[in-house]
T-cell receptor, first 112, second 115 residues
Framework: AQSVTQPDIHITVSEGASLELRCNYSYGATPYLFWYVQSPGQGLQLLLKYFSGDTLVQGIKGFEAEFKRSQSSFNLRKPSVHWSDAAEYFCALTGGSYIPTFGRGTSLIVHP | GAGVSQSPSNKVTEKGKDVELRCDPI?????LYWYRQSLGQGLEFLIYFQGNSAPDKSGLPSDRFSAERTGGSVSTLTIQRTQQEDSAVYLC?????????????FGPGTRLTVL
């Protein structure tokens, strides 16, 4: 069975500070991994995805994520957070199934 | 191009009534998904369509929930005899054919409130 764990329910950072959101997964082969962002009252929007090749993936809005097979992780990073980054972030995994498994989400709060 | 659209955006209903939620996926997207998101919770998978057939209905919480998709396009999620615990945001997503590495494109959701 596949699973995705986002250990942090809430993360609070100051504007301009760096950010790392954690995502750990469990899957028996190489997974396809995604990060989505959900602003209040909106649907989810894809930030980036990994499915092969370079383990450091660049996404939209200045985000990046690194796939680390040895640690079963796919952490999301941003060097300098903006107030507009305040949102809910979801890590997701697909493998052989078309049904993605989502983490429970991490709520990002940005202080001015 | 047009994204995934959902209607209505908000629905308030009385306990015991039936409701229909609609999803218009991106044209050409063969896969369509329904999720439920309760306040402060993650995404709960409900059902997945590939074309007009639903190979996986395992997430439907009870037999009061049903969904259909016609013409490989529009999908309707129906909740019969609504209960207060059905109150949530219902999200629809679609993805292009080709493989499970394709990302999902989400609609804005329908917020359902059962009084």
């Amino acid at each position: 069975a596949q699973s995705v764990t986002q250990p942090d329910i809430h993360i609070t950072v100051s504007e301009g500070a760096s950010l790392e959101l954690r995502c750990n997964y469990s899957y028996g082969a190489t997974p396809y991994l995604f990060w989505y962002v959900q602003s209040p009252g909106q649907g989810l929007q894809l930030l980036l995805k990994y499915f092969s090749g370079d383990t450091l993936v660049q996404g939209i809005k200045g985000f990046e994520a690194e796939f680390k097979r040895s640690q079963s992780s796919f952490n999301l990073r941003k060097p300098s957070v903006h107030w507009s980054d305040a949102a809910e972030y979801f890590c997701a995994l697909t493998g052989g199934s078309y049904i993605p498994t989502f983490g429970r989400g991490t709520s990002l709060i940005v202080h001015p | 191009g047009a994204g995934v659209s959902q209607s209505p955006s908000n629905k308030v209903t009385e306990k015991g009534k039936d409701v229909e939620l609609r999803c218009d996926p991106i044209s050409g997207h063969t896969a369509l998904y329904w999720y439920r998101q309760s306040l402060g919770q993650g995404l709960e998978f409900l059902i997945y369509f590939q074309g007009n057939s639903a190979p996986d209905k395992s997430g439907l919480p009870s037999d009061r929930f049903s969904a259909e998709r016609t013409g490989g396009s529009v999908s309707t999620l129906t909740i019969q005899r609504t209960q207060q615990e059905d109150s949530a945001v219902y999200l629809c997503a679609s993805s292009a054919p080709g493989g499970s590495y394709n990302e999902q494109f989400f609609g804005p959701g329908t917020r359902l409130t059962v009084l």
